[in-house]
T-cell receptor, first 112, second 113 residues
Framework: GDSVTQMEGPVTLSEEAFLTINCTYT??????LFWYVQYPGEGLQLLLK???ADDKGSNKGFEATYRKETTSFHLEKGSVQVSDSAVYFC???????????WGAGTKLIIKP | KAGVTQTPRYLIKTRGQQVTLSCSPI?????VSWYQQTPGQGLQFLFE???????NKGNFPGRFSGRQFSNSRSEMNVSTLELGDSALYLC????????????FGPGTRLTVL
């Protein structure tokens, strides 16, 4: 069945460091891919998405590129801030499936 | 525009009881999905409704059920509660296509004693 695998956390970085959170997926066809973020005490919110191969999603300085050949959707940011501390979830959905399939989540801790 | 609202925010029940959770989607959204979030299993899909019809269901026992009303509001019910049902239950609404963004509510924290 479909699945999403994320790197385990927590990931601890210093402010202004470069961030990569790895995400790979297994799915038939051409799923849509998403990154959601859950800030402490808040609900899940969409960070970015990509709906076809080679698409790049971007938002708030974060980017991720849909790589069909490596079945990956890694999240990157060039310079992280303390306010980026949160749990990040990679997810996919397939046509006619109407559900999000989630990775386990990666907790990101940014130290000043 | 008001976001997704879920009631109640917190619930404490005992084993064997049943519970009903409510979700009001964003105005104009016809799809409502439910997810269970636990530390051990992460986020798992329960079911999705669109225009009062269940379009997909996850791998949960029949004790978990849901419905959607004509105004798109949705409820989920869990009967014969078990300790393992303790979780954060999240509702999300969207326009209804698979690549549409899902907007999440704050969740209902259910504790089963």
């Amino acid at each position: 069945g479909d699945s999403v695998t994320q790197m385990e956390g927590p990931v601890t970085l210093s402010e202004e460091a470069f961030l990569t959170i790895n995400c790979t997926y297994t799915a038939t066809g051409y799923p849509s891919l998403f990154w959601y973020v859950q800030y402490p005490g808040e609900g899940l919110q969409l960070l970015l998405k990509a709906t076809k191969a080679d698409d790049k999603g971007s938002n708030k300085g974060f980017e991720a590129t849909y790589r069909k050949e490596t079945t990956s959707f890694h999240l990157e940011k060039g310079s992280v801030q303390v306010s980026d501390s949160a749990v990040y979830f990679c997810a996919l959905s397939r046509d006619s499936n109407y559900q999000l399939i989630w990775g386990a989540g990666t907790k990101l801790i940014i130290k000043p | 525009k008001a976001g997704v609202t879920q009631t109640p925010r917190y619930l404490i029940k005992t084993r064997g009881q049943q519970v009903t959770l409510s979700c009001s989607p964003i105005s104009g959204h016809r799809s409502v999905s439910w997810y269970q979030q636990t530390p051990g299993q992460g986020l798992q899909f329960l079911f999705e409704y669109f225009s009062e019809t269940q379009r997909n269901k996850g791998n949960f026992p029949g004790r978990f059920s849901g419905r959607q009303f004509s105004n798109s509001r949705s409820e989920m019910n869990v009967s014969t509660l078990e300790l393992g049902d303790s979780a954060l239950y999240l509702c999300a609404s969207s326009l209804g296509s698979t690549n549409n963004e899902q907007f999440f509510g704050p969740g209902t924290r259910l504790t089963v004693l």
